[in-house]
């Protein structure tokens, strides 16, 4: 194939990554093909989703001012459920909403849509219903990829092709998919009028919310749910670990995991009157990122979830900001690495720069910890029903009065957890 024909950058995936990725390049006059299996960029990803911009600020380019986000969040919350009870923690403040820290509710179909458009104004080819087979792989290096069976050089291959990456396992970053590095992650988007969705919340209007939460209705699947206030819709879903899913037959099925969480009825109150208009599931990155998943071969640049770059604190989970951070500095690297006579190594060496000189390696790593340390079984059970056994016995008083009930809250908060297993678990939590 003659070297005109080769594209500078084939990006394998329409999602944040590659779409952030092909605004740069194509930006700077390179040859840019997306590659995107869907029928149009949005229609196969799923999300929460709330993005945070604060570590974006200095990435972003100019055009972001008008991504089509949803509502900026200014009231955030976390609550612990345990059967029909729920014990929340809310936080208002008007530092959310400032620039430095603001995010934002989105809706993925829309805002993957958008950002694809920006790829195209920009110059680079967007090709639906595109799946790509596999890499090119010649002498140890990635020179292309193969759709529907026709080789496409190209002198520099991005992966952004999410957390099932084909790429990145063809290119042995990973074995694959595997359950124990996986969650699932089920959404509803339930369309409610904007009037009520701020009342409910307790909104200023145009302002959004976000709420998590951890208990017994992921029936002690380490995992947990959440809300999203959008425009017109709240989304609702939840995120639990895959391993113990698809290992035996008491684990609950995706749907039955969402009916769960709807039917507590602080969810439920809070979407009721609504109507579902989109059901979907897609999988997580779990495991706690590691820096391996890197180590590709010349050519090929993983990004975003196909890197395993998401951080999940339990009170919220982030991988879109990463996932457009990565792309961008993707992006940079092939820019900056067009005139070097080994291009590939160049594109590589530069993104690997780019990524320690940012938030992305550093957030992610500090992220290990607070990832395992969710594991714990005792914190989608135990934990939650303490809390709310805890503080119902704290705030009930009966027909005949009762004296301040500190110690009796305590006891039942206790109740069924063993002191030394108490103690170990808040001793892991002091080094996060
Ligand atoms: C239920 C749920 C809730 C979440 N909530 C949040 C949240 O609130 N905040 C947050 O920051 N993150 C959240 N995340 C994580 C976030 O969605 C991801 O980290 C982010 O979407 C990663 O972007 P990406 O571009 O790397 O991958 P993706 O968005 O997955 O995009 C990958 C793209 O590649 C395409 N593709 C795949 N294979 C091929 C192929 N062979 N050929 C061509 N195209 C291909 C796919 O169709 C897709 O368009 C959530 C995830 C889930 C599932």
Not at 148 to 175: F, M
């Amino acid at each position: 194939m003659a070297e005109s024909e080769t594209f500078d950058v084939a990006i394998v995936g329409g999602g944040l990554a590659g779409l952030s990725c092909a605004c740069e390049t194509a930006k700077a006059g390179l040859v840019t093909a997306v590659f995107e299996r869907g029928a149009e960029c949005g229609s196969k990803n799923v999300s929460g989703g709330r993005i945070y911009l604060g570590p974006l600020r200095r990435l972003l380019p100019e055009f972001w001012r008008d991504a089509p986000f949803e509502r900026l969040v200014a009231r955030e919350s976390v609550s612990l459920a345990s059967g029909a009870a729920t014990t929340t923690i809310e936080l208002r403040a008007d530092e959310l909403a400032k620039d430095a820290f603001a995010s934002h509710t989105v809706l993925r179909a829309k805002l993957d849509k958008w950002l694809a458009e920006q790829a195209v104004a920009a110059g680079a080819m967007v090709l639906p219903e595109s799946r790509v087979d596999r890499p090119i792989v010649t002498d140890g290096r990635v020179s292309g990829v193969v759709v529907g069976g026709e080789e496409i050089p190209a002198h520099v291959v991005v992966a952004a092709d999410g957390a099932l990456s084909l790429l990145a396992k063809a290119a042995g970053l990973n074995a694959g998919p595997k359950p124990e590095r996986l969650a699932l992650g089920v959404k509803e988007i339930v369309t409610l009028d904007p009037g009520r969705i701020e009342d409910r919340f307790g909104l200023e209007p145009g302002r959004g919310a976000a709420r998590m939460l951890v208990g017994d209705f992921t029936k002690g699947l380490p995992g947990g749910g959440f809300l999203y206030t959008n425009k017109d819709s709240i989304s609702v879903g939840a995120v639990v670990r895959l391993d113990p899913l698809s290992t035996g037959p008491s684990g609950p099925e995706s749907h039955a995991l969402l009916d769960a969480l709807k039917a507590v009825p602080d969810v439920a109150r809070l979407l009721s009157g609504g109507t579902t208009v989109e059901y979907s599931a897609h999988v997580v990155p779990e495991a706690p990122f590691e820096r391996t998943a890197l180590d590709a071969p010349p050519g090929l640049l993983p990004a975003g979830d196909a890197a395993g770059m998401v951080a999940n604190y339990g009170f919220t989970v982030r991988g879109m900001d990463f996932a457009v951070a990565s792309g961008i500095l993707a992006g940079q690297a092939i820019v900056a690495s067009r005139e070097a006579p080994d291009r590939a190594t160049a594109a590589r060496e530069a993104y690997l720069r780019g990524l320690e000189g940012s938030f992305v390696l550093r957030d992610l790593a500090a992220a290990r910890g607070v990832m395992t340390f969710l594991h714990n079984p005792r914190l989608y059970g135990p934990y939650p029903q303490a809390a709310c056994a805890a503080a119902t016995e704290l705030f009930r008083v009966g027909p005949d009065g009762r004296p301040f009930a500190f110690k009796p809250a305590l006891a039942e908060a206790r109740r069924g957890l063993s002191a030394w297993r108490v103690f170990r678990d808040l001793w892991r939590a002091r080094k996060l």
